[in-house]
């Protein structure tokens, strides 16, 4: 069974850099076609897609953040970390992890509970 | 602004039958890319309803079904039922941007 859960500081300053981890079971990041994703949701708004990393370790950001997003994995521990640095009040949203298994599609099968991120001085 | 299109909102009575579009472009659904559809209720996690544009995953019941044609895909609810009021998110892939993207959400009210 896969699971996943989302974890860090979720009140940060503006300017702050965040840090998100992303720590799952089921799975494994060294397994050909594996992949976990980064997805926010703002309060009242759309799903905006931020990063996904895969078992290669191939990388791809949102084009409109991808200067300040990082996302790496440490597969010995079944983790995956985001960062987003200058953080802004607009970022305040439901941060969720989601899991791909390109032998299946591109599509998100499993994804955390989601953490809420507050941006406020 | 979203790559994806969808409408802000749909409605329909108990029983009927409504339709989510999804407009895309050649780089992602006219590609070749698959379209995924997403339930989103009120404070939980987003979870999977339709995958490779017309494929359910177990458990979800096949009143819902999805298809998908040149640069659009439809997600489509049939006996419409209370527990169906949601947001609902497609997605697909976009290899212009190499990119995972999703539609700006429709929100389904059951009247």
């Known amino acids: 069974q896969v699971t996943l859960k989302e974890s860090g500081l979720t009140l940060v300053k503006p300017t702050q850099t965040l840090t998100l981890t992303c720590t799952f079971s089921?799975?494994?990041?060294?397994?050909?076609?594996?992949?976990v994703g980064w997805i926010r949701q703002p309060p009242g708004k759309a799903l905006e897609w931020l990063a996904l990393?895969?078992?290669?370790?191939?990388?791809h950001y949102s084009p409109s953040l991808k200067s300040r997003l990082t996302i790496t994995q440490d597969t010995s521990k079944n983790q995956v970390v985001l960062t987003l640095t200058n953080m802004d009040p607009v970022d305040t949203a439901t941060y969720y992890c989601g899991h791909i298994d390109l032998g299946s599609g591109k599509f998100y099968s499993y994804w955390g509970q989601g953490a809420l991120v507050t941006v406020s001085s | 602004q979203s790559v994806l299109t969808q409408p802000p909102s749909v409605s329909g009575a108990p029983g009927q039958t409504v339709t989510i579009s999804c407009t895309g472009s050649n780089s992602n659904i006219g590609a070749g890319d698959d379209v995924h559809w997403y339930q989103l209720l009120p404070g939980t996690a987003p979870k999977l309803l339709i995958y490779n544009n017309n494929n359910r995953p177990s458990g979800v019941p096949d009143r819902f079904s999805g298809s998908k044609s040149g640069t659009s895909a439809s997600l489509a609810i049939t006996g419409l039922q209370a527990e169906d009021e949601a947001d609902y998110y497609c997605q697909s892939s976009d290899d212009r941007l190499t990119a995972t993207v999703f539609g700006g959400g429709t929100k389904l009210t059951v009247l």
């Open positions: 990393t895969y078992w290669n370790e191939d990388k």
């Open positions: 089921g799975f494994s990041l060294s397994t050909s076609g594996m992949g």
